[in-house]
Each structure stands twice: as C-alpha cells, then as structure tokens.
C-alpha cells in the first residue's frame, strides 16, 4: 500500500465560503482514505493470523508495521488539518457546523480503528496462548498470561521450551508466539497513540462548544440588551407622548382661561358705557 500523499494545508486565512467548503471536502476525502486503510490493517491483521509460511508471515507483518506508521501520520495531518478549518471558522455558525460534522466524521475513524486493533489484540493473544501450550499443556492460566505479556524476549516461553520433550513444535510454537507477541506491542503502541489523538479531537470540540457558548452568550447579552433598549425607548416615546397630551392640557386650560377673562373684561366694558 501507498504511502498517503503529501496533503494541501487548509486555506484557514480565506474568509470565501467556496474555499472553506473545497477545504472541508478535501478533509473529507483524505478521512475516507484513512477508513480504507484502517480496512486494509484489518486485512492484513487477517492474514498474518492465518498465513502458514513464516516467510509470507513476515513480509504481512512488514506490510503492517508500515501501513500502521503511516496511518498515524496520516491521523495526525488530518488532526492538524482540522485545527485550522477550525481557526478559520470561529466567528462563521455556517462554517462552524460543516467543521463540528468534520470532527465527528474523524473522530468515528478513530474508534473504528481502535475497535480492529483491540479485536485483533484478544485474537493474537489467545492465539499465544494456544502456542504455549503446546509446550507446557499443564500451564496455568496466569503462567500462560505471564509468558504471553513477556517483554524480555520472551524469556518464560524459551525456559518452557528447554524443559519441553516435544523440542521440534515447541521451536515453532516459540516462533509464532514471538511474532504474536511483537504484533501485539505494535498494537498496544498504536492503541495508545489512537487514545491520545482521541483525546486531543475530544478537547477540540470540548473548546469549540466552549467557544460556542460563549458566542450564544454574548448574542443572548445583545439580544437583551436590545431588547431592554426598545423597552426603554417605548417608555420614552409613552412619556413623551404624555408630556405632549399634558402640554396641550395645560394650553387648553390657559386658552380657556384667557377667553373667559376676555369675556369678562367685554362684558364689564360694554355694561360701564
């Protein structure tokens, strides 16, 4: 399998919507080549439990190691990638949701690739296991564990194989047990490299909803504070209207005042005269 091709960095700067949507389709593509290769892991974790030929067993092993390496490469490039979609969608909710859907997209890969790995785990360990026994059919549960989880070049297997009558299938079994046991550090290595990019991908969306509401927040402060502003410009205006309705009141009264004094003073001119 090809190694992945040398990605383009994600036009995090550009503010056009067409770009940002080339850029999330672009990531896209490269999470569905990371599915098919987690596949192909799967494959040849299959045909490394099956194959006879320690040869073919060694060349399936070989084709694992570098396809596990790069697919963690890969997983951290899209990571990265992800980051500055993310950088260029901050202050955009359009671009924030394709970038949340991206995340979530990546982050399914993630477990189904810890989910093949951790599968595989238990079948290359009770694969061991039966190996083992092979050589000391009266081993114990924990003895067999012991040996299997040995990490001194499988020092508790090589003892059982001196102590063995049964020389010529205990070198064999011993083989396939060292190559179970290399298969399975590679998966406890790249288990623990998968947790760690989970977690990063799980804190990046942990700071974009933090982000989020944090937006919602300062939206719903506007928000009420328009509100409030409208409610005191309606107070104002009500007031403004009262005082208008008192002064024509009060001009009224004065006006009625007047013609009445006006009234008065006729009455008392014409009634002297």
Known sequence: ????????????????????????????????????????IEALHARTLNEIDEEN???????LEALATDVSSAGQGLKKQIQLLENSAKNDSTKRIQTQNVKRKFMDAIQRYQSVEAAYRSRYKQRAARQYRIVRPEATDEEVNAAIEDSAGQQIF?????????????????TEVQARHRDIQRIERTMAELAQLFKDMELMVAEQDTM??????????VQNDIEQGVAETDKAVQHAKAARRKRWICF?????????????????????H
């Not at 036009?11 to 987690?38: H, K, P, T, Y």
């Not at 060694?58 to 084709?63: C, D, F, R, T, V």
């Not at 102590?163 to 064999?172: C, F, H, I, L, V």
């Not at 989020?212 to 402060?221: E, G, L, P, S, W």
């Open 252 to 272: 009224g009264i004065i006006c009625a005042i007047l013609i009445i004094v006006a009234v008065i003073i006729i009455a008392w001119y014409f009634s002297t």
């Open 158 to 174: 090589s003892q059982a194989l001196l102590q063995s009558n049964r020389r010529g299938e205990a070198r064999t079994a011993l």
């Open 57 to 63: 067993q060694m060349i399936a092993e070989q084709q």
């Open 212 to 221: 989020v509401a944090h937006i919602d927040d300062r939206a719903q402060t």
């Open 1 to 40: 399998m090809a190694p992945y091709a040398q990605q383009q960095q994600v036009n995090a700067g550009g503010s056009d919507l067409e770009a940002f949507f080339q850029d999330v389709d672009r990531i896209r593509s490269d999470i569905m080549q990371f599915e098919d290769r987690v596949s192909h």
